[in-house]
């Protein structure tokens, strides 16, 4: 069975330009969220989706950042513009059901480097 | 709201040897569920092991087993037989029963494994 995907692995892109991270959510998951990881930070929460409805979105640190989920199969995570300290590897998770004992399944991660 | 710590930055072990790795926990919630996930150098993150809060019997998967301490907040894992391959970063992390498994992650600790 196909796992989490995301795509790019890598992205290395200028300050200011804009930044699309995609995934693909295991099917027949419902819900699915979007995590960051510093070496600062450690793993932050962003975003998570139930059913493509944004449930809590209190993670997304500015108005840069944005998410969507137009379908059960696709999400979005864009930061417009991107600063050096959005670098960051961006991970993408999902689960069944939308409950808290449901193992999240991760994607590879996506390595995000601004310039 | 939850919130986990791990103390331990850095642990070690030799091969075939037996190592814990600590983690304490806060929550709110009187229903909740733990986790630990192993992070390779391939960044992959890769569900170990979880635990139900209301289940009074330690989890074990394999190699891997917990010790809960429900009232004093504890989760460690135990890691016997240590192999090569189970050096990398583990974290532990805990989902609120009503977050929509919204995982909360502590800091990780590196585990090295000498031959």
């Known amino acids: 069975d196909a796992g989490v995907i995301q795509s790019p692995r890598h992205e290395v892109t200028e300050m200011g330009q804009e930044v699309t991270l995609r995934c693909k959510p295991i099917?027949?998951?419902?819900?699915l969220f979007w995590y960051r990881q510093t070496m600062m930070r450690g793993l932050e929460l962003l975003i998570y989706?139930?059913?493509?409805?944004?449930?809590?979105d209190s993670g997304m640190p500015e108005d840069r950042f944005s998410a969507k989920m137009p379908n059960a199969s696709f999400s979005t995570l864009k930061i417009q513009p991107s600063e050096p300290r959005d670098s960051a590897v961006y991970f993408c998770?999902?689960?069944f059901g939308g409950g808290s004992n449901q193992p999240q399944h991760f994607g590879d991660g996506t390595r995000l480097s601004i310039l | 709201a939850q919130t986990v710590t791990q103390s331990q930055p850095e642990m070690s072990v030799q091969e075939a040897e037996t190592v814990t790795l600590s983690c304490t926990y806060d929550?709110?919630?009187?229903?909740?569920?733990l986790f630990w996930y192993k992070q390779p150098p391939s960044r992959q993150m890769i569900l170990v092991i979880r635990?139900?809060?209301?289940?009074?019997q330690n989890a074990t998967e394999n190699r891997f087993s917990v010790n809960f301490q429900k009232a004093a907040k504890s989760f460690s894992l135990k890691i016997s037989d240590s192999q090569l391959g189970d050096a990398a970063m583990y974290f532990c992390?805990?989902?609120?029963?009503?977050?929509?498994?919204?995982?909360?992650f502590g800091q990780g600790t590196i585990l090295t494994v000498h031959p």
């Open positions: 099917s027949g998951h419902n819900s």
């Open positions: 992390a805990c989902a609120g029963g009503t977050s929509y498994g919204k995982l909360t």
């Open positions: 635990q139900e809060a209301y289940k009074q």
């Open positions: 929550t709110s919630e009187s229903d909740y569920y």
């Open positions: 989706f139930n059913n493509n409805v944004p449930i809590d």
């Open positions: 998770a999902s689960s």
